[in-house]
């Protein structure tokens, strides 16, 4: 695995929901996978929950104190390439995972207002069910059958080690075949914006 990213600047930690509607018995069940170190996830939530508030401030790390009660982070070997992790957030009361903090995040925002109004996040949508609702009719979503599909990758080249394409690497390796190089830098899967 590589090195962890040192966090540069001060860390604050942001309080997560009082509320959760996971089920924690919605876990992976096979031998492959284990739990992942949710730090840098917690901090990608976190982050741009402060960045919604408008309370973000330059230079500071954010980070969740926790994740919502029985929601986990778990990771196996991606078949193609047994050195990368590829990781899903566990829990979702329909039996879905979160494959980046970026798809978890509107779910996270749906629990930090206590669950109030429509959760906006593809599993609820897909769903057609709010989570509240499907708490008390867990069998109203059947595991699926068979080997989850593989999610293809959002674009070939470089990446860190949460699978978001690393744009700073493919601009280094454009910069080296052009020798100058005059492009703004766009971050289209980053939580960050």
Not at 29 to 36: C, G, H
Not at 54 to 69: E, H
Not at 72 to 91: A, F, Q, V
């Amino acid at each position: 695995m590589p090195p962890r990213k040192k966090i540069i600047g001060p860390v604050t930690t942001i309080k997560g929901p009082e509320y959760s509607d996971a089920d924690a018995s919605h876990r992976p069940n096979k031998p492959t996978y284990t739990r992942a170190n949710e730090e840098i996830f917690m901090q990608k939530v976190a982050t741009r929950w402060m960045q919604e508030q408008g309370l973000a401030q330059a230079g500071r790390t954010y980070s969740l104190d926790k994740l919502p009660a029985g929601y986990e982070l778990w990771h196996r070997p991606r078949p193609s390439d047994p050195n990368h992790m590829d990781k899903w957030l566990y829990g979702h009361p329909n039996h879905k995972t979160f494959d980046s903090p970026y798809r978890f995040y509107p779910h996270f925002r749906y629990l930090m207002h206590n669950c109030s109004g429509i959760c906006t996040c593809d599993i609820c949508k897909k769903g057609k069910t709010s989570p509240r609702s499907s708490i008390s009719a867990p069998a109203a979503f059947p595991k699926p059958r068979g080997r989850p599909a593989l999610r293809p990758p959002l674009q070939k080249g470089p990446t860190d080690e949460e699978g978001t394409p690393d744009v700073f690497q493919s601009l280094f390796t454009l910069l080296r075949s052009e020798s100058t190089l005059m492009r703004n830098i766009e971050e289209k899967a980053s939580m960050v914006r």
